[in-house]
T-cell receptor, first 112, second 116 residues
Framework: GQQLNQSPQSMFIQEGEDVSMNCTSS?????WLWYKQDPGEGPVLLIA?????ELTSNGRLTAQFGITRKDSFLNISASIPSDVGIYFC????????????FGTGTLLAVQP | GAGVSQTPSNKVTEKGKYVELRCDPI?????LYWYRQSLGQGPEFLIY????????DSGLPNDRFFAVRPEGSVSTLKIQRTERGDSAVYLC??????????????FGPGTRLTVL
């Protein structure tokens, strides 16, 4: 099935560092969502973006909806050990379908 | 309030058997979605319900897969004649409405299906 290009595939950082990951697509999306998934759990919604150019924050997390509507990025500032997990972007095509197209995921490891 | 719940959390079955996976969405959410996640990949869409009807079933891989939501709340994903390739985590999500606005999808913990 279709998946969005997400990079980097994995990141290994020290506690306190900032993190940036992005997602690109050949398709235009009306909505971008960012999720975090822990082992054995379902994805947990972090941030939702609805307008091109929109910049939204949720605590230490900041995400932007790209102007072209084909990309999005997520930043995490001052990382902490509990940020460990897999981060997924997801785009919503809109129109008649409400299905989310997910990215390939970014594995984040934070060393205390 | 309660989030999306899924049962069972794990299901082990033999090739050729029939399985049913259940999803209880967040109360009041009219839209319900099923996704499938293979190891090391992101979730892939299977089917989307708006109320009782399947609005988009384009992600169902073949006619062995079927899903129902008879009363517009609980949904059951049914897989006939299971194959080893059906092994995956099956995720359910719900959202308040099925239009572009307010379409934040909230996921359950998933059912891990293993076909031996």
């Amino acid at each position: 099935g279709q998946q969005l290009n997400q990079s980097p595939q994995s990141m290994f950082i020290q506690e306190g560092e900032d993190v940036s990951m992005n997602c690109t697509s050949s398709s235009i999306f009306n909505t971008w969502l960012w999720y975090k998934q822990d082992p054995g759990e379902g994805p947990v919604l972090l941030i939702a973006l609805y307008k091109a150019g929109e910049l939204t924050s949720n605590g230490r997390l900041t995400a932007q909806f790209g102007i072209t509507r084909k990309d999005s990025f997520l930043n995490i500032s001052a990382s902490i050990p509990s940020d460990v997990g897999i981060y997924f972007c997801a785009g919503l095509l809109g129109g008649a379908t409400n299905k989310l197209i997910f990215g390939t995921g970014t594995l984040l490891a934070v060393q205390p | 309030g309660a989030g999306v719940s899924q049962t069972p959390s794990n299901k082990v079955t033999e090739k050729g058997k029939y399985v049913e996976l259940r999803c209880d969405p967040i109360s009041g959410h009219t839209a319900l979605y099923w996704y499938r996640q293979s190891l090391g990949q992101g979730p892939e869409f299977l089917i989307y319900f708006q109320g009782t009807g399947a609005a988009d079933d384009s992600g169902l891989p073949n006619d062995r897969f079927f899903a129902v939501r008879p009363e517009g709340s609980v949904s059951t994903l049914k897989i006939q004649r299971t194959e080893r390739g059906d092994s995956a985590v099956y995720l359910c999500a719900s959202s308040l409405m099925g239009t572009s606005g307010g379409n934040e999808q909230f996921f359950g913990p998933g059912t891990r299906l293993t076909v031996l």
